[in-house]
């Protein structure tokens, strides 16, 4: 059984039931993180609307959130998030910055002596973008 996110009359995401549930559960950890609404509403008769102008809002905070901490275990735990996040505010149209947006502080990593391996904001991009070919309608 599939469920469907879409904004407006245009299907963004056609995820099966099992991915749509993680990725609800995700966005509303993130809401209360963030202290900011996505804009993805409920799942009502498997259909999801996403107000596409919350939702870039919402996709600009966590990529401002993920890229503000130095923690590199929850920075891995929301990389496939984020990517998914990204692809959906790509399919919708909606270009995302970091911004200024983030709700409390991210605990900080202990220094063990190596350098931080972030991920440039430009490769999530295109790892977003790639991964929009597993995303069906």
């Known amino acids: ?17 099992r991915v749509s549930r ?16 996505s804009g993805v509403g409920p799942m009502e008769a498997d259909e999801c609307e996403v107000d ?3 939702f870039g809002t919402f996709a600009a ?12 275990i929850l920075r891995a735990m929301m990389d496939g998030f ?12 909606v270009e995302v ?12 990593q202990v220094d063990n002596g190596q350098a931080p391996s972030g991920e440039p ?5 295109q790892r977003a973008h790639a991964m929009l070919r597993f995303m069906p309608r």
């Open 61 to 72: 905070a966590l990529l401002t959130y993920r890229g503000s901490s130095n923690h590199q």
């Open 22 to 37: 993680v990725f609800h559960a995700q966005v509303r950890l993130f809401e209360d993180e963030l202290s900011l609404a």
């Open 52 to 54: 596409v102008e919350q």
């Open 82 to 93: 984020v990517l998914t996040v990204l692809a959906l505010a790509e399919r919708a149209g």
């Open 97 to 108: 910055r970091p911004s200024g947006l983030v709700g409390r502080q991210h605990d900080v």
């Open 1 to 17: 059984m599939s469920q469907y996110y879409q904004a407006r009359d245009n299907v963004l995401w056609n995820p099966s039931s």
């Open 121 to 125: 904001e430009d490769h999530l991009r």
